[in-house]
């Protein structure tokens, strides 16, 4: 079952207590409706011995008993950032359609454990501009540092939310992450720190074309969602959801209008040669400097990672 489907499924529920099954042919006994407030509800019907499981904000949780059965039941209470709910329920039924055994409830309460970050909504709205540098740094995390450093490390090293001036470090190595729009030929170097160091480094620079919301391409919520449900531990989990916090995401429709076709990702061998402005080459009294790399003249630099 897709999005659009529970979207469907759950406006086609007329009262409140009225919940409607996913689908009879599921393992699970899962449910969709509005519970007694009229707050879009996913419903879990099952033979289980409840354990504390904290809500939030934006997602009530509920355990009652039945003369029959208990009933776990996840709330949505806000009428914003329904694609979030719709979201987390096309999570929650499609990893347990394969179901086997009689511990459904535990198997739902681990994926909501990783999911449960997204709903503390937060206040501040990334601009464009914030939210492509956070998608190259995202698709790095991912693609690179994942595979190469493992899952732990690989978050551990990411410090691109952080005051401090790489993106990310592993051991003797860094690299410092840019993101730009296919228009452009440069990308800008915000201070001289973010190159500046006696060891070498990379410069991974992801370039993005800007689709509209029709086309099937990569989202800030997309790359955030993948990448929390990949962390196993809930000791990772945490982090991410802290780094996030620190850059100043939380989950917004909006971010869906921001999407990208990804056209290329280049990386380029910062050493000794490569040209850069560094901290030892300012006057006396300078203190801050801000640059713009041509891309196009640092060709030979370009290596694989």
């Not at 464009?128 to 994942?146: K, P, Q, S």
């Not at 910062?270 to 041509?294: A, N």
Request: one cysteine or more; proline letters at 3%.
């Amino acid at each position: 079952m897709n999005r659009e489907e529970i979207k469907q499924k759950l406006g086609s529920v007329e009262n409140y207590s009225q919940y409607i099954r996913v689908n009879e042919q599921h393992p699970l006994e899962l449910y969709l409706g509005k519970n007694e407030k009229g707050f879009c509800t996913l419903r879990f019907n099952g033979d289980f011995q409840p354990v504390k499981i904290l809500g939030s904000g934006l997602l009530e949780i509920k355990q009652v008993k039945t003369t029959k059965y208990y009933s776990l039941m996840f709330c949505y209470t806000s009428n914003e950032n329904l694609s979030l709910f719709f979201n987390f329920c096309e999570d929650i039924i499609t990893q347990t359609e394969n179901h086997q055994g009689n511990d459904g409830y535990q198997e739902i309460i681990n994926r909501y454990s990783q999911w449960k970050r997204m709903f503390y909504g937060g206040i501040k709205i990334l601009n464009e501009n914030e939210a492509i540098g956070l998608i190259g740094e995202l698709l790095f995390l991912g693609e690179y540092a994942f595979p190469h450093y493992g899952r732990t490390v690989g978050l551990n090293g990411w410090s691109g939310p952080e005051p401090t001036h790489k993106d990310f470090s592993y051991e003797n190595s860094w690299f410092e992450i840019k993101s730009k729009n296919s228009s452009k030929d440069s990308v800008s170097i915000s201070s001289i720190e973010q190159l500046d160091s006696e060891a070498d480094g990379h410069l991974v620079v992801y370039t993005l074309e800007k689709m509209s919301p029709s086309f099937s391409g990569i989202t800030l919520n997309k790359l955030v969602l993948d990448i929390s449900t990949r962390l196993e531990f809930d000791a990772d989990k945490d982090v991410f959801a802290s780094k996030l916090n620190q850059v100043g995401y939380s989950y917004n429709e909006i971010y869906d209008n921001y999407m990208y076709n990804l056209v290329s990702c280049d990386s380029f061998a910062v050493s000794k040669s490569f040209p850069r402005i560094k901290q030892s080459m300012l006057p006396l009294g300078v203190t801050k400097v801000h640059y713009d790399l041509l891309l196009s003249m640092i060709e030979k630099y370009k290596e694989k990672i």
